[in-house]
């Protein structure tokens, strides 16, 4: 708890994100504590000074604490963020429940989507975690350069204005820049969705195709993020914010993104199991592609991008043939709310 105005804080998951916020929360003079399951990361951790494998050459302040034991990492903490993969937030959030006390503040900073409920994470971690008070910071904000100190913009999003305002004070600093929001459901659907237009955008690079296509893929991407997002209650404005378009962009355009990796290789003519391979992380995009068609699915709202994409992932459909999918739909207006006189 906070001791002499020392905010303690417990990072669950030492990953590239998890790591890069540690560090900012630890230069912000808050006490840092990071959870792996992985005996290995935290010794490496512990000896080097830096995550050797995620995020080389990022050196980190020396009084974080690092362990795997979860009970100390979360019991007593007045924030815990999750920084574990989409795939693991349910059951890491089940393996926290008996330490988490009533009102404690939880910062999610995954995306995705799960797949055979179709609950944003938030939703998982309020199943698994109901005593607790859950919140997401999410935006264009790759961990390579955070943790280099590099500017970057976010948004926190709670249910209540005052925790809200509260994250935004732990995590700001000069060159992290914290807006604050109340719609956490568009800001999770943004960060998942994105992913699966970044394997689309990634895969147009692969096959050789130019600035014209990936500008396409980003503002057809958002318009597909934006129809679902707003037909499940999320806030035009957020598709539109840092969350939705933001995100988008740079997950489309960076060499950061492990999912535009991935499409890059599938692209180039590599199998699913090949891509993700020589990736070596988790692909986000993956998971919540198949979440995606289902909420296509459960809300009527059609999403070519996505579905194409879910096609060669999973169907062994030539990438090359997707373009062709795309290119050749039915002639239409681009905006269907925009009446001619």
Not at 73 to 101: F, G, Q
Not at 118 to 144: D, F, M, R, W
Request: glycine letters at 12%; a negative charge.
């Amino acid at each position: 708890m906070m001791r002499d105005g020392l905010t303690e804080i417990g990072v669950i998951g030492a990953g590239s994100w998890g790591i890069a916020l540690a560090k900012l929360l630890a230069d912000n003079g808050h006490k840092v504590t990071v959870w792996s399951i992985i005996p290995e990361e935290i010794e490496m951790l512990k000896t080097k000074g830096e995550h050797t494998d995620k995020l080389p050459g990022v050196k980190l302040p020396e009084g974080i604490e690092y362990t795997t034991d979860l009970e100390s990492t979360c019991r007593d903490k007045d924030i815990l963020v999750l920084a574990v993969p989409s795939p693991y937030t349910r059951s890491t959030s089940a393996s926290m429940k008996e330490y988490v006390k009533d009102g404690q503040i939880i910062v999610n900073v995954a995306k995705g989507i799960e797949e055979n409920t179709l609950y944003t994470l938030s939703q998982i971690i309020e199943e698994e975690l109901p005593q607790a008070k859950v919140t997401v910071l999410s935006g264009p904000s790759h961990a390579e350069e955070v943790g280099r100190g590099m500017p970057t913009t976010v948004v926190v999003g709670a249910r209540d204005q005052a925790t809200a305002e509260y994250l935004q004070n732990i995590f700001m600093n000069d060159v992290f820049r914290v807006y604050t929001s109340s719609d956490i459901l568009g800001i999770e659907l943004g960060g998942a969705l994105k992913n699966v237009v970044a394997l689309a955008a990634g895969i147009a690079d692969g096959l050789g195709y130019g600035d014209n296509a990936k500008a396409a893929l980003i503002t057809r991407g958002i318009a597909e993020i934006g129809r679902l997002g707003m037909a499940m209650g999320g806030k035009f404005e957020t598709f539109c914010g840092l969350t939705g378009i933001g995100d988008l962009i740079v997950t489309c355009a960076s060499m950061h993104s492990r999912n535009r990796r991935a499409g890059i290789l599938i692209g180039q003519g590599k199998s699913y199991d090949e891509a993700m391979a020589e990736v070596k992380m988790v692909v986000e995009g993956v998971y919540s592609a198949k979440a995606a068609m289902g909420l296509s699915r459960k809300y009527g709202v059609d999403l070519p991008i996505i579905e194409q994409v879910n096609e060669v992932l999973f169907d062994g459909k030539p990438a090359s043939e997707a373009l062709v999918a795309l290119m050749g739909r039915d002639k239409k207006d681009e905006h269907l709310n925009i009446s001619w006189d």
